[in-house]
């Protein structure tokens, strides 16, 4: 079975710029997670959407948004880009939403020049 | 008082040895820990879950979960080059998962 799948790879953007990325979960798994990791440290939370609602918010700015389909996948969105906007962005993929593992797609790296 | 902390490295240890890594959690309320390994360059890939006090074994990896102390850990026996990377402990809140910083560990041959 295909794992998560995430587009682009590698994606390089100005300051002010929209970006969006896109997240396919594992078939069957109902919740997608987003997550921000910046080089050094943990990831962090942004969103998890599962039945395509927002069921959680992480401690991130409005110019940050996302949305789940009927297809389970999910796209973030992420406006007024700033320099510190650079960082990889993973989607993860659950069961379901709660204490269920969670399942790393292999990222999207963005750079803001 | 950060949500996870990990015991800072890098850790580096001689091929075939015990590699043991610490994590520490500040919400008593937390139900589902995970430690994720995380190659250079690459994103974290879920080695270990653990729900319940005790230890869980899964080949050569050990998980350990002590919830009166708020402590994880995660013990890799007989050590290989390939174990080489930076493990990240994730405790999971409800609908979010809070890793620590992660510690580098690099196996000797």
């Known amino acids: 079975d295909a794992g998560v799948t995430q587009s682009p790879t590698h994606l390089i953007k100005t300051r002010g710029q929209q970006v969006t990325l896109r997240c396919s979960p594992i078939s069957g798994h109902k919740s997608v997670s987003w997550y921000q990791q910046v080089l050094g440290q943990g990831p962090q939370f942004i969103f998890q959407y599962y039945e395509k609602e927002e069921r959680g918010r992480g401690n991130f700015p409005d110019r940050f948004s996302a949305r789940q389909f009927p297809n389970y996948s999910s796209e973030l969105n992420v406006n007024a880009l700033l320099l510190g906007d650079s960082a990889l962005y993973l989607c993860?993929?659950?069961?379901?939403?709660?204490?269920?593992?969670?399942?790393f797609g292999p990222g999207t790296r963005l750079t803001v020049t | 008082q950060k949500e996870v902390e990990q015991n800072s490295g890098p850790l580096s240890v001689p091929e075939g040895a015990i590699a043991s890594l610490n994590c520490t959690y500040s919400d008593r309320v937390s139900q589902s820990f995970f430690w994720y390994r995380q190659y250079s360059g690459k994103s974290p890939e879920l080695i270990m879950s653990i729900y319940s006090n005790g230890d869980k074994e899964d080949g050569r990896f050990t998980a350990q979960l002590n919830k009166a102390s708020q402590y994880v850990s995660l013990l890799i026996r007989d050590s290989q080059p390939s174990d080489s990377a930076t493990y990240l402990c994730a405790v999971n809140n409800d609908y979010k998962l809070s890793f620590g910083a992660g510690t580098t560990v690099t196996v000797r041959a």
């Open positions: 993860a993929s659950s069961l379901y939403r709660g204490t269920y593992e969670q399942y």
